[in-house]
């Protein structure tokens, strides 16, 4: 203020003071008494990025509002105070900062000049920069950093945040803590923070075993339940810092927060989750159930209706029914096996299982739909167990769908399925089972997603080839019930795939164990199957019926048909000739033993529509003598009478290629049953596949379109296909799929 | 007489029956369901040709087996006995001739050296035993059957 006075006296020697008011580097502005701006220095005009225009003769106030960013009437009232403070108290000031709409902040120094008791001018020097505590005043009311952070923590209600002493009291309280916890700040001084946990926690020394860590980690963050102080509980989120003063270990920060809010909505959303997908599981299920109930109700009607006189239009009709009436079954059986699956409700019955029987007779029943271009190669390791335990359906299931899948991708070349002992300790042996194909392939892109449910190869392969995309899922899930894995690479010889899948099953110790599980699963199949039984005794007033019918239908047919009777026993010989020739088969061929049977089929491989073998014979039994006959391609139907009443046996005939058995004595309803099945319900074995092929894509044109010819042809060979596997699938008791057992 | 050929295989009422053809009483001897089937094959003839050559033709396949089956017992060779055991069992149930089938299967069970519930017989003295029993009971059961079919078939 002295400087401003000796530097604007008049009569001194100098420059121009106009000009050293100018020049000089501070940011000066000269107001009126009047608080009008009357000079501005060549650098507040540079620094406030202004022109002399822009300020001389306006007023400070509405010259500083029109540059303040943002425009905080509380930084103008500021410098208001202090301009009247420094007047009123004829001293400098200097203003809290405030922001110009350039980016920069000033603060002001307000320095009256008096002439006597007359305000001549203010000067204010404008300096640059935040607010400088040390800079205050010392009367203007702030805080220091003690207070401010005491009264942030005091302030602070949504957390609890408090101090502990070394020992874990309580040595601190906040407003947070006190609503969260209940407690009030004289209360809870000094006593323990254990406090806060749940008696069980405090038991197994959880609070000390936090201080512990937290000391030995610096920190420790937790979520749990804590209590209030009238037992209610929060679901917290619970930090414990180590605090320090000077390297000393003074006490613990804590700080809670109440997570309840947000713990119940995550339990809320998890339970929604379950819940839907409990439901959805459910709801496929039951639908599953009730679509497979009608389902069976229309697909036995058809079986009852083939089984009646029909033209042999309306028996084409009759059997497309029946056959998209199974692969819909079968498509509703995946979706049911897959829900139960994905909801854990699939369970693994123990049974005996006989892998080789399993193999060939899956091998057997997909063999018939394979076009002529495709050879089958079975490999069983002679390693193999004969009996093992585990659950023969489901073993078969997984077999199936990948033979099967071999089997519709590949149009030539060879299927090779080889079971094998992939690993074994004393109770358990794992079987590897692998399925090679010189088929389509699967393209490197697909094979990340070929066990993801309902995701088939690619578009243009679901065109082709029906199915619900579940099958190898439902797989993957039966292989991995069983203690196994499934799992592809490309074939290494030739274009094609591998699936191979591992299952593991027990090892049978002892004799006596197989006969206690066939007894219980005897037991189980008759409780839980009455409609199996009834099959097996149609003696009653419906089942005869059916019996008559086929009976009168094979009268019709049986003049033309060739039949080869393959049996040692002259009087069983005479019987069964006597049987034939009572439905009327006169052209009935004998051999007495297997060699002859060879010798008289491959002689005539298309003269008989079918072989009725003995099993036990002279020379050579019925199985060589079938494998021989097999092995001559030829596909005549043979059907073993054997006088063995066990299950096994029975599968070990199919085993070697037959078509189906009879049991010895042969009775007579069962004889009419099994020469009406391969005799009137079963393609004739000499068709090529292309025939077969052609019959079945002209049968929807014939639905539409009524064809005379068909019915002026041999009403025999207009007869539609069954495929040959459901048909083996019926002769082999073991594959129908147990559903009653499952919806137990 | 003309009868309904499906009558055998409908279920029919036993007073539907015609008395005339009244099956005999051959008691446990036979399995009446089975001998049925046999007869029901030539029941329009009268003098019942075939089902008579079938079961005398049994008797003689009888006598030539059991035959056979004291020779084999002579040279103590199982498994011919298992064989013709096997063979006779056949024919027998074929014609529902039940007590000879029971013990042809003792001979062929035997014969394999399995007792009658497939249990092990490492004796061979216990097999042959056995199988001498049987094959007595079996000549006895033949023998007295035969007579009952020489009446039936009178």
């Known amino acids: 203020m002295s400087r401003d006075t000796r530097a604007s006296s008049p009569g001194t020697a100098g420059p121009d003071i106009g000009l050293v008011f100018s020049l000089a580097p501070l940011a000066l502005l000269v107001l009126s008494p009047a608080w009008r701006i009357t000079r501005a220095s060549a650098r507040f005009l540079a620094e406030w990025r202004v022109s002399a225009d822009d300020c001389i003769s306006h007023e400070l106030l509405s010259f500083v509002e029109r540059h303040l960013h943002p425009t905080r009437p509380a930084h103008l009232t500021n410098l208001i105070t202090c301009i009247d403070d420094a007047l009123s108290t004829r001293a400098p000031r200097t203003s809290r900062p405030i922001n110009t709409h350039y980016g920069v902040s000033w603060k002001a120094r307000v320095v009256p000049v008096f002439d006597r008791d007359e305000l001549l001018s203010i000067v204010l020097e404008w300096q640059e920069g935040p607010l400088d505590y040390s800079d205050l005043d010392p009367t203007e009311p702030g805080l220091t950093n003690d207070d401010a952070f005491r009264i942030l923590v005091q302030a602070v209600k949504d957390y609890a945040i408090f101090l502990l002493d070394t020992k874990g009291r309580v040595a601190t309280w906040n407003a947070g803590a006190e609503l969260l916890k209940r407690y009030t700040r004289e209360e809870i001084l000094g006593k323990h923070f254990s406090l806060f946990y749940s008696k069980e926690e405090v038991d197994v020394g959880k609070p000390e075993m936090e201080l512990e860590l937290c000391l030995r980690d610096g920190r420790v963050e937790d979520e749990g339940w804590r209590y209030r102080k009238d037992g209610s509980r929060f679901w917290a989120n619970v930090i414990i810092t180590a605090v320090y003063r000077d390297g000393e270990h003074v006490g613990f920060g804590k700080v809670t927060r109440d997570l309840t809010e947000r713990k119940s909505t995550e339990s809320r959303l998890i339970a929604a989750y379950e819940e839907s997908e409990k439901l959805k599981s459910d709801f496929l299920a039951n639908m599953s159930h009730e679509l497979r109930t009608p389902m069976h109700g229309m697909l036995s009607a058809c079986t009852l209706l083939l089984d009646t006189q029909l033209s042999p239009r309306q028996r084409d009709m009759v059997s497309i029914m029946e056959e998209s009436g199974q692969v819909l079954l079968q498509v509703i059986n995946d979706i049911l096996d897959y829900s139960k699956l994905s909801s854990g409700s699939f369970s693994i019955h123990s049974d005996v299982v006989g892998i080789t029987s399993i193999v060939t007779s899956v091998v057997r029943s997909v063999q018939p739909s394979l076009p002529p271009e495709v050879h089958f190669e079975l490999f069983l390791s002679p390693d193999l167990p004969r009996s093992v335990r585990g659950d023969p359906l489901r073993y078969r299931q997984i077999l199936q769908n990948v033979v099967g899948n071999a089997a519709k991708f590949t149009d030539k070349g060879a299927i090779r399925v080889r079971a094998s002992v992939d690993n074994e300790d004393d109770d358990t042996c794992t079987i590897l089972t692998e399925v090679t194909d010189t088929g389509i392939g699967i393209p490197n892109s697909s094979v990340a997603s070929l066990f993801s449910p309902f995701v088939q190869c690619d578009a243009t392969t679901t065109k082709n080839y029906k199915g619900t995309g579940l099958g190898l899922s439902i797989a993957k899930s039966l292989a991995e019930l069983m203690g196994g894995r499934i799992g592809y690479r490309p074939n290494p010889d030739r274009h094609g795939s591998i699936f191979w899948f591992t299952a593991r099953f027990d090892k049978i110790k002892n004799l006596s164990d197989i006969r206690d599980w066939t007894r219980l699963g005897a037991a189980r199949d008759a409780s839980s199957n009455p409609a199996k039984k009834q099959d097996t005794t149609p003696s009653s007033p419906g089942g005869s019926v059916d019996i008559d019918e086929m009976l009168k239908e094979l009268r019709i047919v049986s003049p033309v048909k060739s039949m080869l009777l393959v049996e040692d026993n002259l009087i069983n010989q005479k019987v069964m000739l006597g049987m034939l020739r009572s439905m009327g088969f006169n052209n009935v061929a004998l051999a007495s033993n297997g060699a002859d049977a060879v010798r008289m089929v491959r002689g005539k491989p298309a003269a008989y529509d079918m072989v009725l073998m003995d099993i036990s014979m002279p020379i050579m039994d019925g199985k060589q003598a079938t494998r021989e006959i097999r092995d001559a391609g030829i596909l005549v139907p043979i059907v073993a009478m054997t006088a063995y009443a066990l299950k096994g046996d029975q599968e070990r005939c199919l085993e070697h290629g037959m078509n189906d058995y009879i049991a010895k004595p042969v009775d007579k309803k069962r004889l009419i049953r099994v020469l009406g099945k391969w005799l009137l319900r079963m393609t004739d074995y000499r068709k090529t596949f292309d025939e077969r092929m052609a019959e079945l894509r002209h049968r929807p044109d014939a639905l539409c379109q009524p064809t005379p010819s068909i019915e002026a042809e041999n009403p025999l060979e207009s007869f539609s296909a069954n495929p040959v596997s459901s048909a083996t699938l019926h002769a082999d008791g073991d594959l129908d799929r147990g559903w009653e057992d499952d919806q137990a | ?154």
């Open chain 2, 1 to 154: 007489m003309v009868r309904r050929f499906t009558g055998y295989l409908a279920y029919r009422d036993p007073d539907e029956r015609d008395p005339g053809n009244e099956m005999p009483e051959f008691g446990d001897r036979v399995d009446k369901d089975i001998f049925e089937q046999i007869l029901e094959m030539d029941e329009n003839d009268p003098d019942r040709e075939f089902s008579k050559s079938l079961i005398f033709g049994f008797f003689k396949q009888a006598a030539e087996t059991f035959g056979k089956i004291e020779t084999a017992l002579k040279e103590k060779n199982l498994h011919e006995l298992s064989r013709l055991g096997h063979f006779l069992k056949g024919s027998s149930a074929t014609l529902g001739f039940t007590k000879i089938k029971d013990s042809c299967q003792v001979i062929q069970e035997y014969g394999n050296r399995h007792d009658e519930s497939a249990g092990d017989v490492p004796d061979v003295e216990v097999c042959l035993q056995k199988i001498s029993a049987a094959l007595a009971k079996a000549k006895v059961d033949t023998e007295e059957l035969e007579i009952l079919m020489n009446e039936y078939f009178q």
